[in-house]
């Protein structure tokens, strides 16, 4: 009698962990199951992991919500959109990037957004800014996506970025030149060289708005 208890017990114990395992807290079974059927169990691991990410930075200062959420996307590889998705410009949707576990610059910056978001994390103090990349030892600049935290309006932002995965203030990132920024409601055109940014209008940005359309 006493052997059979033991081992209800310890099969209580083993269903109740794996239940607790297996659940979530911020993307439905429904979305899992989805992610699965298309991408494979990888990308359903993948899905997990975020979701733990998500759940454990809710209840931590902002620098530590800022810090995960940059490793974690960080972590997913880097290629160009030509050779992943088969289109010159393609903007990923946060599950498309992480289904398939490939990307590149604005789909960090876009995940990362939308992370935060999901944090609660003002949109206000969230853009997504497109920045002129100088590289070391070269003359040349190339197209490039990060994403900006402001504290305050009209403070120094912290950059999140997938190439250098440090957070940095803006200033100390020399090697960026903004061009322009934006969120969910608005767009800002840099000016004096990035340091300062004037609000021009609403986001209609075409690629933003097929992206809007996915999620």
């Not at 990410?53 to 995960?68: G, R």
Request: a positive charge.
């Amino acid at each position: 009698m006493k052997k059979i208890l033991l081992i209800s017990f310890f099969t209580i114990s083993f269903v109740f962990t794996l239940i607790n395992a297996q659940k979530t807290y911020n993307i439905s079974q429904k979305k899992l199951d989805a992610i699965n059927t298309k991408y494979g169990e990888k990308a359903k691991r993948r899905a997990e992991i975020w979701d733990k990410i998500i759940q454990n930075a809710k209840n931590k200062d902002i620098l530590n919500k800022l810090k995960n959420v940059n490793d974690f996307w960080n972590k997913i590889k880097y290629r160009r959109d030509s050779a992943h998705w088969g289109q010159k410009d393609y903007w990923a949707a946060p599950f498309e990037f992480l289904g398939s576990g490939a990307g590149d610059c604005e789909d960090y910056a876009i995940a990362k957004y939308f992370s935060l978001r999901k944090l609660g994390i003002p949109e206000n103090k969230l853009r997504i800014t497109y920045v002129k990349l100088k590289r070391k030892r070269t003359k040349y600049e190339e197209a490039h996506m990060v994403l900006t935290y402001y504290h305050k309006p009209g403070a120094t932002p912290i950059v999140l970025d997938n190439i250098n995965k440090k957070l940095m203030l803006a200033t100390k990132r020399t090697d960026l030149r903004p061009v322009y920024s934006f969120n969910a409601s608005g767009l800002w055109q840099a000016k004096n060289k990035g340091k300062t940014s004037i609000k021009v209008g609403k986001n209609n940005l075409k690629n933003w708005k097929k992206l809007m359309s996915r999620i």
